[in-house]
Structure formats: C-alpha cells, structure tokens
C-alpha cells in the first residue's frame, strides 16, 4: 500500500523536526503513529536515510516495540495486560476468551473493523488484576461479562 500525499507530507514533517535531537527515533515513531495510527512500512526507507540507519534497523525498532503497529487499527483498541500480576489472576484466560469472541489474534482487527486487540505489559492497576484497557480507559478485575459488555459498547460506537 502506497502512501498517501497527505501521510507522505506529515511523515516527512516529522522527520525534520525530530532529526537533529537525540535519541530522536523514539519521539519520531510516537509522533507519526500518533497522527497516523500506525508507522507505515512505506515510511521507512525516508527515515532510514534521514536517520542514516538501514531498512532493516527501522523495522527493527518499530516491531521490537509491542505499542507500535504498522497497520491502521481498527475504531477501538483492545489491549489485554499479560504482566506477571495479571497472568497470575487469569489474564490467559482473558485472552483466550477475547481471542475466540473477536475471532482474532494479537494485532489483528475484526473483520467489522470496530476492535484490533493488541497485548500490554503493564497497565499499572495490579491490584485490580487482570486489567485490560479500551482505547484510553483502562479495566480492572476483568471477567468474561465484562470483556462481553466493552465488546458489545466498541461495536455501537
């Protein structure tokens, strides 16, 4: 998938206004999927020469960190905790479930493309294990009429 004119033209923004700071790549990719929703795979042969990094050490550093995706997501974003806490009050049980409602994996969207779920390593809410997040808020004591309820709240909005 190509870039679009307009994404071509943010990507590029950003890139010059991270580009002399150090450690600049982190707020590069924090900035364009921020604006975007996701890092292109399109974006990084422009950055890799920018950067003077290759191709390969951009998609590096965008697949070894679990937030950035390098699709569009879909209108809400499902994130199951899977920290030490969390897996040991039943997030795996969480995810299954999650995963057999949705009919998805981790980084994938539903076919209506109202959920992508994703993974987390901490949500910091332990105490209230295992937590999820939806979009912004995040969800403590998780259970399956929980998980049913924030599904059926995602694909209404």
């Known amino acids: 998938m190509a870039l679009s004119s307009s994404q071509s033209e943010k990507i590029s923004v950003y890139i010059q206004k ?6 600049a790549l982190l707020p590069l990719m924090h900035a364009i999927q921020d604006d975007l929703g996701f890092v292109p795979e399109e974006s990084y042969a422009s950055i890799s020469k920018a950067y003077n990094l290759s191709v390969a050490e951009i998609h590096g550093f965008v697949t070894f960190y679990h937030h950035f995706r390098t699709h569009l997501p879909g209108k809400n974003i499902l994130q199951i905790c899977r920290a ?8 795996e049980d969480i995810e299954n479930y999650c995963q057999e409602k949705l009919g998805i994996d981790y980084h994938q969207t539903t076919k209506d493309n109202s959920i992508t779920l994703e993974p987390v390593y901490c949500l910091g809410n332990c105490a209230c294990s295992p937590a999820i997040m939806i979009n912004e808020d995040v969800v403590g004591r998780v259970t399956p009429e929980k998980i049913d309820q924030i599904i059926k709240e995602a694909r209404e909005s």
């Open 84 to 91: 030490e806490s969390c897996q040991s009050m039943g997030s």
């Open 18 to 23: 991270y580009q002399d700071k150090p450690g």
